[in-house]
């Protein structure tokens, strides 16, 4: 196993929309309980592109990324487990989530990690230890709280680094949800990588009515594949258009079950009034802040049940994983994917991300 260099190379954000910049940051000695990890792959997430243009107020300079494959480089003192009792050693692939403190109240009464109020996530200052915290970087620093799971070997890089974050977004949705039958029918705004994986998933779930709300036209094909009954077009069918399909598809009660999986600055105000009366709807994609004008009678006159849920935990990107390797043969997953950049390619997958033209691109450090 190669030892553990003193520097490896990162690529900076440090301003809202400006080019990265190439550094060489210190790879750090873990802590306890630490590791420290080769990225082998990052995929970029939706919040990467919210942090990189601005949308998001984020503290900068940092590394984006936060989607990412790593094997393991050196461990800081304790257990070499991963967080479900798997045996790891040097050179093995895992998948991590933030660190969580176990302390606060969140942690320790509320019983929610996502919400720690003193959680260590990726994407930190890089000129302040661990300095290699993000995905668009040669290393990467795994908080010693932080759940790990190690990467099944059947599982290639880039589905792993799906399923550390967008996947795991999907399984913790389902866990928001929590009951859920087939005589329900579902609505997914989004087709986005959250938006189609949750399409896949929900198709093996065999709900009564499976309706996707996106664009462009191939990943609304995308999702067809992958079970979606019907699919609309939102540049071809305004907001009132779609909520009237939607009720057409839907025996004229709208849909039991709506996720909100765009990050559409219009889609909660419009999901809303998409959810049957009795229904559930689960707001995943709203990340940044945001003013959206409903009418509340909707949520009174209908007993709506409107749920957020952020981030994920280990269990959920376990989840993500056995989801992803076990239908592999039902669907493609690398068209998902696009081909790997290395450092020179980071503004270019950011931007085809941004501008729809990639669904899920992919950095691996070179
Ligand atoms: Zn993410
Ligand atoms: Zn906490």
């Known amino acids: 196993m190669a030892a553990l260099p003193a520097i490896g ?7 809202p929309g400006r080019r990265f910049e190439l550094r060489e940051l210190p790879v750090p000695d873990p802590e306890p309980d630490a590791m420290v990890v080769r990225v082998l792959a990052t995929t970029i997430c939706g919040s990467d592109l919210h942090v990189y ?14 989607e990412i494959c790593g094997g393991i480089v050196a461990f800081g003192d304790g257990p ?9 050693a040097e050179g093995d692939r895992i998948i991590w989530t933030q660190g969580y403190c176990g302390h606060c109240h969140e942690c ?24 290699v915290s993000g995905g668009f970087s040669e290393y990467c620093y795994v908080w010693p709280t932080a759940e790990r799971i190690r990467v099944p070997d059947d599982v290639p890089d880039t589905w792993a680094a799906i399923a550390s974050c967008a996947g795991r977004t999907v399984t913790r949705a389902h866990r928001s949800l929590g009951q859920f039958d087939p005589s329900q029918t579902v609505v997914i705004q989004g087709t986005g990588p959250i938006g189609l994986l949750a399409c896949a998933f929900y198709s093996l779930l065999g709900p009564r009515r499976l309706i996707v709300i996106g664009a462009p036209k191939e990943r609304l094909r995308l999702a067809s594949e992958w079970g979606a009954d019907a699919v609309i077009d939102i540049t071809v069918e305004a907001a009132p258009d779609r909520a009237e399909h939607v009720r057409e ?37 709203q990340v940044f802040p945001s003013q959206q004008a409903i009418d509340a009678s909707l949520i009174t006159r209908r007993q709506l049940k409107i749920t957020g849920s952020v981030s994920a935990e280990g269990v959920d990107q376990l989840r993500a994983i056995s989801f992803l390797a076990r239908n592999r043969d039902r669907f493609d997953w690398n068209a998902l994917l696009s081909p790997p950049r290395g450092f020179a390619g980071v503004d270019e997958a950011v ?16």
């Open 80 to 88: 070499r487990l991963d967080s479900f009792g798997t045996p790891i």
């Open 53 to 66: 243009d601005g949308s998001t107020p984020s503290a900068l300079p940092s590394v984006l990324g936060h």
């Open 249 to 285: 598809l839907t025996g004229g009660r709208g849909a039991d079950v709506v996720f909100e999986m765009s990050g559409g600055r219009t889609a909660f105000a419009e999901g809303v009034d998409l959810v049957a009366p009795g229904g559930r709807y689960i707001v995943i994609g």
């Open 108 to 131: 320790s009464v509320l019983k929610e990690p996502v919400l720690c109020a003193n959680r260590r996530t990726a994407m930190q200052d890089p000129d302040a230890f661990p300095y």
């Open 351 to 366: 931007r085809a991300m941004a501008e729809l033209r990639e669904i899920k691109p992919v950095f691996i450090p070179g």
């Open 9 to 15: 190379r990162a690529a900076v954000l440090t301003a």
